[in-house]
């Protein structure tokens, strides 16, 4: 068991708190139209839409990084699972959003990545999105819908998983490599979480 205090992180490192959130019932529909101009859509990417997107709509803002230092044979195998599905939000024919579901754990579903690049933030799409994933995860045989975030995400994710119907169910602290002291990330990057090296 691990004692009350405060701990060091190490140069190089960043630390979070993540907190898991679960929905075991369907959560009630809180319907919304989609905001003018934009359209839901399935998509297969490829590697480089998707890390396109990637970076847009996590990269930057919030240090979303795993999947760009994952070796390009995994993103491959994770892009070409048919138990993976990718969605997206479009406005004038550019990928504004990305929504993974992803079904690989029997009777589950993990709502992998779920975000907005900063055109559609405001706009209602981020309802209108998680709407359509709610619909499409428990369209298919699960028991349990979840996610995580962290303290390194938008401080308005978390509330907006709870008020769509996700209950917290476990919190940990997560501590990793700074991916912008190894070039994953430019320097510039989530300037809300300081850097140490």
Request: glycine share 8%.
């Amino acid at each position: 068991m691990m004692e009350d205090g405060l701990y060091d992180i190490p140069p190089g490192k960043v630390a979070a708190v993540m907190t898991h959130l679960e929905m075991l019932t369907p959560a009630p529909e809180r319907p919304v139209p989609a905001p003018k101009g934009v359209t839901f859509e399935q998509i297969k990417p490829d590697l480089d839409r998707y890390r396109d997107l990637f970076k847009r709509v996590g990269s930057f803002d919030w240090l979303w990084h795993g999947r760009l230092k994952m070796k390009e044979a995994d993103l491959n195998a994770i892009l070409n699972d048919p138990k993976v599905a990718f969605y997206t939000l479009s406005k004038n024919g550019k990928d504004e959003a990305l929504l993974e579901l992803d079904f690989r754990q029997d009777g589950a579903c993990e709502l992998a990545y779920f975000g907005l690049t900063a055109n559609l933030i405001g706009s209602g799409a981020g309802r209108f999105l998680m709407n359509k994933a709610i619909s499409l995860a428990w369209a298919q045989d699960i028991s349990r819908f979840h996610v995580h975030t962290c303290t390194m995400d938008s401080p308005q994710a978390l509330p907006f998983y709870i008020r769509s119907g996700f209950t917290p169910c476990d919190l940990k602290v997560e501590i990793g490599d700074d991916p912008r002291l190894d070039g994953t990330l430019p320097r510039s990057a989530a300037t809300h979480v300081p850097i140490f090296d």
